[in-house]
């Protein structure tokens, strides 16, 4: 019995010592962390005879191990010290069990804890959110739907019945459906996307702040006499958005409209006719019927597109063209005729507002064509008035070198309104110049004087001019 107790005790020892051999090694081979006051405290308990781990049937130091039954290795699950146990003999080794059970009980999973981790190869790892199925995808875009904003219900409706058939379609297996459901809410989010968009480029369109006051659109008033927050053509177009149920429609709504709009905005707000009777009073006309325009000409007869081109046509062609041609009296009406010949610029009668056989390019390029030829007579004009400043009537004797000047500032002159000031200050020039010859005790001297003048512009010119004029009235007096 005492062969047999002796047998029992050495296998627990061994037992005992082999897991505690496995618990150093594994704790050795872990690099602590500076604050790992456990690790520290295995280090220091370490005896050197137990700093490997012993190999399968290694005897123990101090134990000699008896002989016992050999029995099938079990491979090492990660160093827990467990190679040497019998999975066959617990009823044997019952007692060796317990002492053992402690020791083989994983630590705590702790985000500070890596063993702990190391050891958690399952049972604590993340796991996949569940799978989205068909119907819950088809209710979730439903919903989203009904939370829309931007459409009408009969948009919502179209977008319904879409839903409503792909949900349907029998020939899709799961996955298939849920494929198209996808793309469908990412279109619908691509429609949300530009539909807002769209709203504030329409809102830019109609912002006219940009211009002067009296040239602005008035925006109606409802029944209580207030003024509207949006134009007549502004509100349709946003309505005409609501009713679109795909990011491309709203899209080809958006930029057929922004290029014609913003076409007309420009011919009929630019300040290329400054200078003529095509003033603000006229743009704020021709702004007011933009204000209406809906590219639909079925919304209302009184505001079609083509009412809008002879409109925009007829009045710059009467204020900003021939009536400003007919003010340069100075160039002969032949010549003028010859210029407006040449330009190809006729005026559309009344009778062809409904037709007048132009389109929105077409209009914008002889706009452009009528501000070309304005410039031609008004530079003829100019030549003609600096012809007429000279020294004296009877000898009809010119300053060369302040004609050379005048000259120079006509040809630089790109506007209109740059024009009319040189026609203007050429004018002014012409008198002060035979004023200062008449009063000149020195008539040399005054030449000189006169074709000493300099400046960056005629502005300036005319000044130094006025100057030399005071300087020589004061002598003379």
Partial sequence: MNKYKKIFSGLGLLSISTLIGASVVACANKKPKPSDSSTEGIDQNNNQGNSSKPEDGENTPGNPTPEAPKTPEKTPQQGDGSSNENSGNTSETDKKDKLGEGMKKEPEKDEKNEGGNQNNTGE????????????????????????????????????KQMLEE?????????????????????????????????????????DFSE??????????KNQENVEEKEYPAQKYLKEKLSGLVSATDVSKVLDEYKTKFSKYKGIINSDKFNGTEYNDARKKGL??????????????????????????????????????????????????????????????????????????????????KMVET???????????????????DKSKEQPAELIKKLSN????????????????????????????????????????????????????IKSELDKVKAELTKKKN
Avoid: C
């Fill in 124 to 159: 604590n790892s993340h796991t996949p959110a569940p799978k989205v199925t068909a119907d819950e995808k088809y209710a979730t875009i439903k919903e989203k739907i009904d939370k829309m904003t931007n459409i009408n219900a009969s948009a919502k409706t179209k977008l």
């Fill in 166 to 206: 792909i949900k349907n379609k029998q020939e899709l297996k799961e996955e298939q459906k849920l494929q198209e459901l996808t793309m469908f809410d990412k279109n619908i989010d691509n429609l949300g996307a530009k539909l807002q968009e769209a709203i504030k480029e329409f809102d830019k369109l109609f």
């Fill in 211 to 220: 211009f002067n006051e009296n040239s602005r659109p008035e925006k109606p």
């Fill in 287 to 368: 702004n007011g019927r933009l204000a209406k325009f809906y590219n639909d000409d079925n919304q209302d007869k009184e505001y079609t597109e083509a009412l809008l081109i002879w409109n925009v046509y007829a009045t710059i062609y009467r204020d900003g063209f021939k009536n400003k041609i007919s003010k340069y009296a100075i160039v002969p009406e032949q010549t003028r005729q010859t210029f407006t010949t040449d330009s190809k610029v006729a005026e559309i009668p009344a009778s062809k507002k409904t037709n007048p056989g132009i389109d929105l390019n077409e209009l914008e390029k002889k706009v452009n």
């Fill in 374 to 392: 304005v410039i031609l007579v008004a530079k003829k004009a100019a030549e003609l008035n600096i012809e007429k400043v000279i020294l004296n």
């Fill in 409 to 460: 500032f006509k040809d630089k002159a790109k506007t209109i309104q740059d024009l009319d000031n040189v026609i203007s200050k050429t004018k002014e020039i012409a008198n002060i110049v035979k004023s200062i010859i008449n009063d000149a005790k020195n008539v040399d001297e005054a030449k000189k004087k006169i074709e000493s003048v300099n400046g960056e512009n005629i502005d300036k």
